[in-house]
């Protein structure tokens, strides 16, 4: 391998140093995009840990750039640390008072924690800002059921589905609405107006099983247990609930074939192959426990 020359040593070592300088005359904002686009790439492929690093940085050279606060605060959202989150959004707001995604964002976590003043504000902000957002009017009827603001909740809700007919919560607050006023056939029909678009929404399916249970029709609910069991295979309650349904109607059998349907989604996992020989043991005797657990070795 043949050594370089200090002449061409010397050369090299500029031409290193003319890029260094070159990198740091690029302007911190752009440096800033940039970190921001990767940690968006990082996050879209479910490095967060590395995408939260480039967000910082990208703050850390413009204080200013909201995008990366609310990318910031989705992460948080994710991980259950809502402090962080809240306090993300609240800075998205502070350097871009417009941000109307940041006041949306609040508005719902405001809703959720039922600090309804807070969630007003930011829902009344966030659709004069843009009058034509349907998440901004669906908060702001949302949050006008709350607080009894009935008018303010239907004009909103109205608004949201003149824009998007297929704007679910929207239809909620319309139901709830009239659900509150003993209209429970118009409630119904507005949800299930809705599920026909949108079958697996969680809320709209535990709105009406809800209501079904209001107006006596309980035939219906196992209907729409089994429809979310479908959609949410990994969500145990609903599977639980499902098998609290049959034994509440002295359907032993549908209980067992639902609690044996789980197990079967889960062939490697010991616990729901328990589960069954548990059922058994509580409903029908030892032996038939005994029997199960044979059968499982």
């Given amino acids: 391998?043949?050594?370089?020359?200090?002449?061409?040593?010397?050369?090299?070592?500029?031409?290193?140093?003319?890029?260094?300088?070159?990198?740091a005359c690029e302007p911190a904002d752009e440096r800033a995009q940039s970190h921001l686009q990767n940690g968006q790439k990082l996050a879209a492929e479910g490095d967060?840990?590395?995408?939260?690093?480039?967000?910082?940085?990208?703050?850390?050279?413009?204080v200013n750039l909201a995008p990366a606060y609310i990318a910031i605060a989705e992460i948080r959202t994710a991980e259950g640390n809502m402090q962080s989150a809240v306090g993300h959004y609240m800075k998205a707001v502070e350097v871009d008072e417009g941000n109307v995604t940041a006041r949306i964002k609040?508005?719902?976590i405001m809703l959720a924690a039922g600090q309804l003043d807070e969630a007003l504000k930011y829902a009344m902000t966030a659709a004069q800002l843009a009058p034509q957002n349907v998440q901004a009017l669906?908060?702001?009827?949302?949050?006008?059921?709350?607080?009894?603001?009935?008018?303010?909740?239907?004009?909103?809700?109205?608004?949201?589905?003149?824009?998007?007919?297929?704007?679910?919560?929207?239809q909620i607050v319309l139901a709830a609405i009239d659900q509150r006023n003993g209209k429970l056939a118009e409630a119904r029909a507005r949800v299930e107006k809705a599920l026909a678009a949108d079958p697996n929404h969680l809320?709209?399916?535990?709105?009406?099983?809800?209501?079904?249970?209001?107006?006596?029709?309980?035939?219906?609910?196992?209907?729409?247990?089994?429809?979310?069991?479908?959609?949410?295979?990994?969500r145990q309650q609903f599977h639980s609930a499902l098998v609290r349904w049959h034994l509440s109607n002295g359907d032993k059998e549908g209980a067992e074939s639902a609690v044996r349907a789980?197990?079967?989604?889960?062939?490697?996992?010991?616990?729901?192959?328990?589960?069954v020989a548990q059922f058994l043991l509580a409903q029908?005797?030892?032996?038939?426990?005994?029997a199960e657990l044979t059968k499982q070795l």
Avoid: H, W
């Fill in 1 to 23: 391998m043949t050594l370089l020359s200090a002449g061409k040593m010397k050369r090299f070592a500029l031409c290193l140093a003319g890029l260094a300088m070159l990198a």
């Fill in 262 to 275: 789980y197990a079967a989604t889960r062939p490697e996992d010991p616990n729901a192959g328990l589960a």
């Fill in 138 to 170: 669906t908060l702001r009827a949302s949050v006008g059921v709350q607080v009894e603001n009935f008018d303010l909740a239907t004009e909103s809700a109205n608004k949201a589905l003149a824009i998007d007919p297929t704007a679910s919560d929207a």
């Fill in 48 to 62: 967060t840990a590395r995408a939260l690093l480039e967000y910082r940085e990208a703050v850390r050279l413009n």
């Fill in 203 to 234: 809320a709209l399916n535990l709105y009406l099983m809800r209501l079904l249970e209001q107006s006596g029709e309980k035939a219906g609910i196992p209907v729409i247990l089994k429809r979310l069991v479908k959609a949410y295979p990994d």
């Fill in 106 to 108: 609040l508005g719902q």
């Fill in 284 to 290: 029908s005797g030892v032996d038939a426990a005994k």
